[in-house]
């Protein structure tokens, strides 16, 4: 049973680097393209809907990897102790958020999915005014712009920290001064992903 935790919890780390990490910088760059107006954004979009199985690459290399980080995550999360009452240290801190970041980010993804592929499904002429569909219906909705920055600061910090403990779970970032440079970088990371994903919420607002 232990041997089998390890190797789960291995892989949970590796699928939030690859293919979820990953998947993560691409979608905050192809998101980034709404600060150049409606017809920029909808030509990109158009763009992916058309690439060689697609509808696959979905399935195997993103929904199938974030379930299994998604549901196996919040098990961790239901199972660990939490005590920064008591010990209100800064690692520990990140623990914690790290746990709360991904509660949210079950939850805000489910959203996310529902409103940009479920709805497009069942009505794909929106793929054709994706930008307009995002601004005039979900994003006239302070609730939802609200949601949405909620899930891009969760996403940028939950990446850029899982990040920072996959280097020590798999030995890159072994000793005190990597683990710490590690850190900065992370950081910095973090930082960038999130002012990526509000430059792009905000492309939706002046065109």
Same mark, same amino acid.
């Given at each position: 049973?232990?041997?089998?935790? =390890?190797?789960?919890? *291995? !892989?949970?780390?590796?699928?939030?680097?690859?293919? @979820? %990490?990953?998947?993560?910088? /691409?979608?905050?760059?192809?998101?980034?393209?709404?600060?150049?107006?409606?017809?920029?954004?909808?030509?990109?979009?158009?763009?992916?809907?058309?690439?060689?199985?697609?509808?696959?690459?979905?399935?195997?290399?993103?929904?199938?990897?974030?379930?299994?980080?998604?549901?196996?995550?919040?098990?961790?999360?239901?199972?660990?102790?939490?005590?920064?009452?008591?010990?209100?240290?800064?690692?520990?801190?990140? =623990?914690?958020?790290? *746990? !709360?970041?991904?509660?949210?980010?079950?939850?805000? @993804? %489910?959203?996310?999915?529902? /409103?940009?592929?479920?709805?497009?499904?069942?009505?794909?002429?929106?793929?054709?005014?994706?930008?307009?569909?995002?601004?005039?219906?979900?994003?006239?909705?302070?609730?939802?712009?609200?949601?949405?920055?909620?899930?891009?600061?969760?996403?940028?910090?939950?990446?850029?920290?899982?990040?920072?403990?996959?280097?020590?779970?798999?030995?890159?970032?072994?000793?005190?001064?990597?683990?710490?440079?590690?850190?900065?970088?992370?950081?910095?990371?973090?930082?960038?992903?999130?002012?990526?994903? @509000?430059?792009?919420?905000?492309?939706?607002?002046?065109?």
């Amino acid at each position: 049973m232990q041997q089998t935790s =390890f190797w789960a919890r *291995r !892989i949970h780390s590796l699928s939030g680097v690859l293919p @979820i %990490g990953a998947f993560l910088l /691409e979608h905050m760059f192809e998101n980034s393209y709404s600060t150049q107006g409606p017809a920029a954004y909808n030509a990109m979009v158009m763009k992916i809907q058309e690439l060689p199985y697609v509808l696959w690459m979905e399935v195997f290399i993103i929904i199938l990897p974030i379930l299994f980080h998604a549901v196996y995550g919040t098990w961790i999360a239901l199972q660990a102790k939490y005590n920064v009452v008591q010990y209100p240290h800064f690692r520990n801190w990140m =623990f914690t958020l790290q *746990r !709360i970041t991904g509660i949210i980010l079950f939850f805000y @993804i %489910g959203m996310h999915v529902y /409103e940009t592929r479920v709805q497009v499904f069942f009505d794909e002429s929106i793929k054709l005014h994706f930008f307009e569909y995002m601004r005039d219906e979900i994003f006239s909705n302070p609730l939802y712009v609200g949601l949405y920055v909620a899930g891009i600061l969760s996403a940028a910090f939950h990446f850029a920290n899982g990040l920072w403990t996959f280097g020590i779970v798999w030995g890159i970032t072994a000793g005190r001064k990597a683990q710490q440079l590690s850190s900065y970088a992370c950081a910095g990371l973090g930082v960038l992903v999130a002012g990526m994903g @509000i430059n792009s919420l905000l492309g939706f607002f002046t065109h």
